[in-house]
């Protein structure tokens, strides 16, 4: 499976984003999918995650009720619709899937990976 991430880009506190991730290679309509996030210095972190179906999801409490994970199976492709962006939202975001159809939160549970795309929150 390959996963390619876009969307990211430079914008103002407050502002909106909408990142995408594309599978290719191999459908993950029946896979687990998520949205991982790391800052310079820091470890990756958990920020959303999706079931199979999109009829679960789960979120960081840090971003809960600002961002929004969803899917699309035919197009093989998953969202993160991020409002209200705040300055420590900053960081570069990954994609991941998973093999089974539920999710989880620790990234060890994901074996493949998009190569990240970077949201820079500015003031």
């Known amino acids: 499976v390959q996963l390619q991430a876009s969307g990211g880009g430079l914008v103002q506190a407050g502002g909106s984003l909408r990142l995408s991730c594309a599978a290719s290679?191999?459908?993950?309509?029946?896979?687990?999918m998520a949205w991982f996030r790391q800052a310079p210095g820091k470890e990756r972190d958990f920020v959303a995650a999706?079931?199979?179906?999109?009829?679960?999801?789960w979120y960081a409490d840090s971003v809960k009720d600002r961002f929004t994970i969803s899917r699309d199976n035919p197009k093989n492709t998953v969202y993160l619709q991020m409002n209200s962006l705040k300055l420590e939202d900053t960081a570069v975001y990954y994609c991941?899937?998973?093999?089974?159809?539920?999710?989880?939160?620790?990234?060890?549970?994901?074996?493949?990976w998009g190569q990240g795309t970077q949201v820079t929150v500015s003031s």
């Open positions: 991941a899937t998973r093999t089974v159809r539920s999710f989880t939160s620790d990234d060890g549970g994901y074996p493949y």
């Open positions: 290679g191999r459908t993950v309509s029946n896979y687990g």
């Open positions: 999706i079931s199979w179906n999109g009829g679960s999801t």
